[in-house]
C-alpha cells in the first residue's frame, strides 16, 4: 500500500498504489473537500499538499469581481476550517498525507510574514484559532517536509527547485528561524528561501537540484513538480525536467486539476507528468459553453 516515510526534512512515498498531488489551497475549503472525496474514493492512495494550504483573500464579491481573470473564481478565506480538516484528515491516514512546506506556512514558524491578503497573514489566520489550536498549528507545521521524493522518479518542492548543493546534515542544520529576512532571501544565503520562493529553475539548475537529492534516495529522480506560481491553465510543462502544478488558487473552476501518478509506474519527463492530470471538477460547464454546445445542436438541426 502506498505510504509516506520521513526522515528529517525529505519524505519518500513508497508503492504500490496511487499517488494524488495537489498544490496551493489557499485556505480554499470547498476544493479541500473536493480533494478529500477523490483521496477516500482510492483505497490505496496517498495525498500530497504542494504547501500554501493556508491563507486566502478577504475580498468581498464586489471587490473581486474587477479582479477575475487574476483571482479565479470567488472564494473566501477559509484557513481555520481547513486547518481543522487537515489535521483530523492527517489524524486518520497518517501515513498516507502530507504537506510539503509553503512560504505561507514558514510564516508561522519563523519565517518573514506574508502579505499578500492582509497587512500579516500569519497574525490574521492566529487571531481566529484557539490557544490550543495555534499551539498545534506550529507543532503540526514544523513536522512538514521541505522536499519529497517518490518510487515513479518524480520529486517535489514547493518554489521551483535551487542549484544548491545540499545533503541530510545541510537539511538538519538549516533553521527555519529567519532573523534577517532581506539577508535570508539573497541568493545562496539560504537553501530553504530558494526552496520557498523560486518561480522558475532553467534545466542546469533542476540537474543541479536532483543531482543533491538523488544521492539521497533509492530510487532515481527524474522530474520535479511544484506549485508557488499560478499558471492559468492549471499546470505549465516548464521544460524535460520541470512541471508546475496550479490545483487551485487563482483559477477558474473549470480549470482546476490534480495529478493522479501511479506509484509502480516512472516518469522521466515532465511530458510524462503532463498525461496525468485530471479535473479537479470534470462535470463543470459554464453557461457560455451551454450555449456553444447549444448553437452546434442547433447547427447540426
Ligand atoms: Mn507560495
Known sequence: MARFRQEGRVAWIEGP????????????????????????????????????LYHGPYLSPQDWAPHVDKLGDFYYDQSPGLFRSYLKLKAMY?????????????????????????????ASFEDSLTTIERGE????????????????????????????????QRLNQESPIVRNPQQWAQPGNALLSELLWRRFSPPEDVKAFLNSLNSLCAVEQHVVTYGHEPSPEGYQVQHNALFNLSTSFAMRREKKVYLSLKLDSYYVSAYDIEEQLIPLYPDIKRIS?????????????
Open 17 to 52: 498504489g496511487e499517488l494524488i498531488v495537489v498544490s496551493d489551497l489557499h485556505g480554499n475549503l470547498r476544493d479541500f473537500l473536493r480533494v478529500h472525496q477523490i483521496f477516500e474514493a482510492s483505497d490505496d492512495a496517498c495525498l500530497l499538499f504542494l504547501g500554501d
Open 94 to 122: 497518517p501515513d498516507r498525507v502530507r504537506a510539503i512546506l509553503g512560504n505561507h506556512e514558514h510564516s508561522h514558524i519563523g519565517g518573514p510574514r506574508v502579505a499578500k491578503f492582509t497587512p500579516d497573514e500569519a
Open 137 to 168: 498549528l506550529a507543532r503540526d507545521i514544523e513536522e512538514w517536509p521541505w522536499i519529497v521524493g517518490s518510487q515513479c522518479g518524480v520529486a517535489f518542492t514547493h518554489g521551483s527547485p535551487p542549484p544548491t548543493p545540499f545533503d541530510q
Open 289 to 301: 459553453d451551454i450555449f456553444d454546445d447549444f448553437e452546434d445542436t442547433l447547427d447540426e438541426a
